[in-house]
């Protein structure tokens, strides 16, 4: 079955950017039919969504993260990734990927997240 | 502050009946389907109800799913100790332009 998951750095430094992958497993990422997101969950509180990439390449954004996001896709490598700049401590979460269905948005499945600490 | 808006918290005794709700506004709720994920500690969240009212596979038949205007609710029948955990709903908000999530209801089997 299709299976998601998150690598990159756990640790980042103020000021910095934080870059995950998300690789897909079990599935094709090129697919009309669904899109692929980041959500994440600062310790101890609730889900926030980050943004979603279609395989073409189109994305959306979070508007509070707008500016310093970058959401793209590697359909050779069946993976996408997120770029996250200028990050602060608030930024310190577990991220995770997941597949979302295109016009009704649900999420199934989801990776197991990773944390990452925003830190010098 | 969330776009939806949970109760932080319910509880009820095993073997009864709780529901959480979700509210909203016709730029989310009003206009676009509901999801609700369920959440363990240290796990990912799982998908437990999708298009306001459908179970995926090997979703128990105690978990529903409904929508009544801006609002949306999640029940649970039949309560077990195994079901304490945090739920969440979601939306596409369509001012936005993004997908809105709910604060989270952390469920307390009694």
């Known amino acids: 079955q299709l299976q998601l998951q998150e690598s990159g750095p756990g640790l980042v430094k103020p000021s910095e950017t934080l870059s995950l992958t998300c690789t897909v497993s079990?599935?094709?990422?090129?697919?009309?039919?669904?899109?692929w997101g980041w959500i994440r969950q600062p310790p101890g509180k609730g889900l926030e969504w980050i943004g979603i990439?279609?395989?073409?390449?189109?994305?959306y954004y979070n508007p509070s993260l707008k500016s310093r996001l970058t959401i793209s896709v590697d359909t050779s490598k069946n993976q996408f990734s997120l770029k996250l700049s200028s990050v602060i401590a608030a930024d310190t979460a577990v991220y995770y990927c997941?597949?979302?269905?295109?016009?009704?948005?649900?999420?199934?499945?989801w990776g197991q997240g990773t944390l990452v600490t925003v830190s010098s | 502050q969330s776009v939806l808006t949970q109760p932080p918290s319910v509880s009820a005794a095993p073997g009864q009946k709780v529901t959480i709700s979700c509210s909203g506004s016709?730029?989310?709720?009003?206009?676009?389907?509901v999801s609700w994920y369920q959440q363990f500690p240290g796990t990912a969240p799982k998908l437990l109800i999708y298009?306001?009212?459908k179970r995926p596979s090997g979703i128990p038949d105690r978990f529903s799913g409904s929508k009544s205007g801006t609002s949306a609710t999640l029940g649970i029948t039949g309560l077990q100790t195994g079901d304490e955990a945090d739920y969440y709903c979601?939306?596409?908000?369509?001012?936005?332009?993004?997908?809105?999530f709910g604060g989270g209801t952390k469920l307390t089997v009694l």
């Open positions: 016709s730029s989310n709720i009003g206009n676009n389907y």
């Open positions: 990439i279609f395989y073409s390449g189109s994305t």
């Open positions: 079990g599935g094709s990422i090129s697919s009309s039919t669904y899109y």
């Open positions: 298009e306001n009212d």
């Open positions: 979601g939306t596409w908000d369509s001012s936005l332009s993004a997908v809105v």
């Open positions: 997941a597949r979302g269905l295109k016009t009704v948005n649900w999420f199934d499945p």
